[in-house]
């Protein structure tokens, strides 16, 4: 009971410091705006430890931190080879191929009627189809490798990726257009120099969704079959166990990557996107 109240007693604690913060005249500085979230992180995970601990939660229902972070410790090794063969291989590997071919083929609707009315129609009906029913197909066709898995990156990233182009090639308006016209603009010039810097947000706003469903895709794809390595290999095989603090040390090299992939991408997008109002300020 005592770990219960110290519990309420750290949440309560945590809520004022941030709130204190938040309302400060230091809230716009950057040091501020990492501590909130840092300190609120820290909060949760106290709670978790103390609550898990003071209720006697069970390890096959919710393990505390300080075991999955042992746990995580204790399996660098085999958490190391997971990532590689599901984030490395998997999903970069996907990423990569479906939102390259995405663009160019974004490039080619843009450039013919036909295509952009047949063509992406079809795109939202695919992308309605759920992971669980094409991801053991692909595994069928490609085998139980790292390359069925990253056809079915390529099918979740492809779409998202060529809407989102699609929509930021048709952003310059007509006036802006006829311009490049009047200057005797070829269609690859007008491109380069018009139309591609005006679609970069929608660009990167495809590459930033296609982040999180390529890590998803890949994972969930290992359900269906894959060697024995990989995280959701790792995940499904580490439940039928009972082995709850492997399955959370998975979610967190899950959660990292994704993040800093995320990040990454961000951070590119900042450099190439530095005039759009978004990244002002």
């Known amino acids: 009971m005592l770990m219960v109240v110290l519990a309420v007693l750290v949440w309560c604690l945590g809520w004022w410091l941030n709130s204190r913060l938040a309302n400060s005249p230091a809230s716009k500085t950057r040091a501020v705006q990492l501590l909130v979230p840092a300190i609120f992180g820290i909060t949760v995970l106290l709670v978790w430890e103390l609550l898990v601990r003071g ?15 042992a746990r995580f410790a204790s399996s660098l090794p085999i958490l190391w080879d997971d990532f590689a063969q599901t984030i490395l291989k998997g999903a970069l590997g996907g990423y990569v191929i479906g939102c390259g071919a995405a663009f160019l083929t974004a ?7 036909f295509l952009r009315r047949g063509l992406l129609p079809v795109g939202n009906f695919v992308a309605a189809l759920p992971i669980v029913g094409t991801a053991p197909i692909l595994v069928m066709w490609f085998g139980f490798d790292w390359q069925s898995k990253a056809a079915v990156v390529v099918v979740m990233v492809f779409f998202p990726m060529l809407v989102n182009t699609v929509a930021g090639l048709r952003e310059t308006s007509a006036m802006q257009r006829d311009l490049m016209q009047t200057y005797a603009a070829s269609y690859w010039q007008s491109f380069f120099k018009l139309r591609l810097p005006a679609a970069l947000p929608f660009v990167f706003n495809g590459l930033k969704i296609s982040t999180t469903l390529a890590l998803i895709g890949a994972i969930v794809a290992e359900f269906f079959g894959s060697p024995t390595v990989g995280m959701g290999f790792r995940i499904s095989t580490s439940v039928g166990q009972l082995a709850l603090d492997m399955v959370w040390a998975e979610i967190v090299v899950a959660a990292l990557a994704g993040s800093a992939f995320y990040g990454l991408v961000a951070l590119i997008e900042k450099s190439f996107t530095f005039w759009h109002p978004s990244q002002r300020g």
């Open 55 to 69: 209720l006697e939660v069970s390890l096959v229902i919710l393990p505390a931190p300080s075991v999955i972070a």
């Open 107 to 113: 490039i080619l609707v843009d450039r013919s009627d």
